[in-house]
Each structure stands twice: as C-alpha cells, then as structure tokens.
C-alpha cells in the first residue's frame, strides 16, 4: 500500500511538473494562442495579521483549466487572479509556460493556510529544459496565482490564510 502511494505521489508530480504553471505543455506560439476562459469564480480573501484583502478568483478545477491556467492572458485586474483546485493534497510543482504575466503563486493547505509563496518571472522563448520550477512546502490542495507582487503587498506569507466567502471550490468530476 505504502508503495502504491509513493507512486502516486510521484505520478503526479511528473505530471505537474509536465503541465506546470498555467500548467501545460503545449508548444504553441506565444500572443496566437487565446487565453484559458472559466465558466466559475469565487470571493475570497487572504487574512495576514488581522487585515483582510478579498479577492475574485477564476477556479481551475478540471485538467484542462489547470493545463491552461492563465497562459497568454496579457493582464490581470487588480485583486483578481485564478484558483487551481486539486483532488488530493500533494507537493504541487508548477512552471511559466507561455504565461505572459509575472506571478505570485501562493500554496496552500487543505485548511487554508498558506504554506509558501513563489515569485514567478516569465520566460519568453524558454524551451521546457530551461524552464524554472516553483513548487509548494508541504501538501497543497489549492494554488492561487496573482499578479507579481501582490503577495508583497498584502504580507501573504507562510501561516496566512485564504478563506473562501462561499463554499470551498472543489474539482470539476469528470
């Protein structure tokens, strides 16, 4: 059983290492792909230190969202960002392909505190081999991904938290 789980770990962090970040690895030409669409978003806020800052989040809740994510979106309005909603908690691994925006990528539990933040830079004409990975400390159930600088501004950091203002997003059954 132990091995089983091992496996499985490892499985998916191979596919998210394979789709990461906007999570995809489809080899299109940047600026002649249209970005991803959602049909669901949710409020939330991040709490850090007693100050609250909501937030609207797209979900990214089935594998062709979280294989998009926010690849060739040219901008993101202020507060706004996207949720990647997965099954399971496990150390999720995400990269920039063909995602135009600079990042700040937040990993977080299960019971929605914060686990790490990643600063992510875009990486124009960066072949798969020389993309750099960002991956979360510990078992992450969701990712939210906002513009660069956000979680600076905000003072998101390990041990803050993200609640949702209606239910918890779950993934999208197939």
Known sequence: MRVSAVLSVVCLLVLAG???????????????????????????????????????????????ERERGLMYRESLAKNHGMVFVFEDPAVQSFWMKNTLIPLDMVFVSENGTVLNVAHADTQPNASD??????????????????????????????????????????????
């Open 18 to 64: 394979c789709a990461g970040g906007g999570f995809g690895s489809d080899g299109g030409n940047q600026g002649t792909q249209t970005p991803t669409t959602v049909e669901e978003t949710v409020n939330a806020a991040f709490v850090t230190g007693g100050n609250r800052t909501t937030v609207t989040l797209e979900v990214a809740n089935s594998a062709g």
């Open 129 to 174: 081999s020389e993309l750099r990975s960002y991956q979360s400390d510990g078992d992450a159930k969701y990712v939210v991904e906002m513009r660069q600088g956000f979680a600076d501004r905000v003072g998101i950091e390990p041990g803050s938290k993200l609640v949702f203002e209606e239910s918890r997003p779950k993934v999208e059954e197939s």
